[in-house]
T-cell receptor
Framework: KNQVEQSPQSLIILEGKNCTLQ??????????LRWYKQDTGRGPVSLTI?????NTKSNGRYTATLDADTKQSSLHITASQLSDSASYIC??????????????FGKGTHLIIQP | DGGITQSPKYLFRKEGQNVTLSCEQN?????MYWYRQDPGQGLRLIYY???????QKGDIAEGYSVSREKKESFPLTVTSAQKNPTAFYLC?????????????FGSGTRLTVV
């Protein structure tokens, strides 16, 4: 069964500090992995998308890494800001299954940035 | 600006009542989807449609119904058969083919049973 596990479930850090969120998956065959940011009461917004051949991708202060061998991804946030407080969702897509029925969602990491 | 519009933002349903959530997109995307989000859980697929006049059940379709009469619109009806409808509902769309880079979510509708 395809699964996506995220850790930690929740995280509290001080403003200006760095943090790393983890995503482990068992989706096969793998197509791509995405990280989304979801503010409370809003829809998810895409941060990065990575395919099998990509190891690192950055989007401003967000840097995602992918190790396809160990089936792990991380999202590193540098110099955190209060606006980074949100849930971060890892989504893995399986090859050969079109549309949303090929997507497996993690439960998300709830990040709180304290001043 | 192109995007997905969900309405209303908040919706209250009485016991035994059907309610319809609206989802409209002007991205010219072929495929549209409905997800349900509960606290502490990942998004779960309710229904999806890859072309007009065709739609498929997702993992938790019981108690829900959809229609896709126009490419731009994919309304979701929560029927009285759905016994626990209180949740946050998200609509999404995607351009068919390629690597799914055009996957976009709406801002959500929070449904509460009163």
């Amino acid at each position: 069964k395809n699964q996506v596990e995220q850790s930690p479930q929740s995280l509290i850090i001080l403003e200006g500090k760095n943090c790393t969120l983890q995503c482990n998956y068992t989706v096969s065959p793998f197509s791509n992995l995405r990280w989304y940011k979801q503010d409370t009461g809003r829809g998810p917004v895409s941060l990065t998308i990575m395919t099998f051949s990509e190891n690192t991708k950055s989007n401003g202060r967000y840097t995602a890494t992918l190790d396809a061998d160990t089936k792990q991804s991380s999202l590193h946030i540098t110099a955190s800001q209060l606006s980074d407080s949100a849930s971060y969702i890892c989504v893995v897509s399986a090859t050969g299954r079109g549309g949303a029925d090929g997507l497996t969602f993690g439960k998300g990491t709830h990040l709180i940035i304290q001043p | 600006d192109g995007g997905i519009t969900q309405s209303p933002k908040y919706l209250f349903r009485k016991e035994g009542q059907n309610v319809t959530l609206s989802c409209e997109q002007n991205l010219n995307h072929d495929a549209m989807y409905w997800y349900r989000q509960d606290p502490g859980q990942g998004l779960r697929l309710i229904y999806y449609s890859q072309i007009v006049n065709d739609f498929q059940k997702g993992d938790i379709a019981e108690g829900y119904s959809v229609s896709r009469e126009k490419k731009e619109s994919f309304p979701l009806t929560v029927t009285s058969a759905q016994k626990n409808p209180t949740a946050f509902y998200l609509c999404a769309s995607i351009s068919q083919g390629g690597t799914d880079y055009g996957y976009t979510f709406g801002s959500g509708t929070r449904l509460t049973v009163v």
